[in-house]
Nanobody
Framework: QLQASGGGLAQAGGSLRLSCVAS????????MGWYRQVPGKQREMVTS???????NYADSVKGRFTISSDNAKNSVALQMNSLKSEDTATYYC??????????????WGQGTQVTVSS
């Protein structure tokens, strides 16, 4: 289970921080990351991080967002700086993981709203 927290309302140019914990028992956690979605559009990848710490960012957030992880706690955080109105979306924590059952798939958190006012 992925539990996300953080988000909320910020002004343009401001900052917010999202956190996500993959609770429960896992066989293997591969990558974790964040996606976002606005109504009427497809969910898009924002950033991801591998177990080894390799990061990947969407071009639209490079230089503004930073993902970090704590492998011991199975958690990731997303520091969002220099926020823009176009960052407004519902943000979803994601984990590519193999459960104890052996099933490997994408797991999703419940979504947390980020609203940036201009």
């Amino acid at each position: 289970q992925l539990q996300a927290s953080g988000g909320g309302l910020a002004q343009a140019g401001g900052s917010l921080r999202l956190s996500c914990v993959a609770s429960g028992s896992w066989s293997i956690l591969y990558d974790m990351g964040w996606y976002r979605q606005v109504p009427g559009k497809q969910r898009e990848m924002v950033t991801s991080i591998t177990r080894g710490g390799t990061t990947n960012y969407a071009d639209s957030v490079k230089g503004r967002f930073t993902i970090s992880s704590d492998n011991a706690k199975n958690s990731v955080a997303l520091q969002m700086n220099s926020l823009k109105s176009e960052d407004t979306a519902t943000y979803y924590c994601n984990a590519d993981a193999r459960a104890l059952s052996g099933v490997r798939k994408d797991y999703w958190g419940q979504g947390t709203q980020v609203t940036v006012s201009s």
